[in-house]
């Protein structure tokens, strides 16, 4: 049975993990200017940058967060609700998110495609709370 705190659980994820991505392509935003002869130097260099670089690491740690939420609640939602739900409410924060800032949204396609993952979300919701009554029923039943 999916319970309104898993649910919740599953949204913190998805807002986490989609409003921290457009943050993390813009705190990258001058990593190409790192430049080392050598290659170990050069992924030193980038890591120095991006660990040092606000813009870059608080939105990194948030997302993270996000990740430590997802494992928790996947040890207590069933795996084939919790899934399809953060990766897509993920990409709506994420569509949103980068709105917000100023960034291209994609037009009345991406909108359409926005409208049919909240349906597949509803429906994958939907099935989890119908397919709990019915186990309860049939226990209830055995039981008389």
């Not at 392509?25 to 002869?37: A, C, D, L, P, Y």
């Not at 396609?109 to 309860?136: H, P, R, W, Y």
Request: aromatic share 8%; glycine share 8%.
């Amino acid at each position: 049975m999916v319970t309104v705190v898993e649910l919740l659980s599953l949204l913190l994820v998805s807002v986490l993990w989609g409003c921290t991505n457009p943050f993390l392509k813009r705190g990258t935003e001058g990593i190409e200017h790192v430049r080392h002869n050598n290659r170990v130097r050069q992924l030193l260099a980038e890591g120095k940058f991006l660990l040092l670089n606000l813009k870059y690491l608080i939105p990194f740690l948030l997302n993270q967060s996000g990740s430590l939420v997802y494992y928790y609640t996947l040890s207590t939602t069933e795996l084939s609700l919790a899934v399809p739900v953060a990766n897509s409410l993920t990409f709506l924060c994420t569509l949103f998110t980068g709105k917000l800032l100023g960034e291209e949204f994609g037009g009345k396609q991406a909108v359409a495609g926005m409208f049919l993952t909240v349906a597949g979300i509803s429906l994958c919701v939907l099935s989890s709370i119908d397919d709990t009554n019915t186990e309860m029923q049939n226990i209830t039943q055995a039981a008389h």
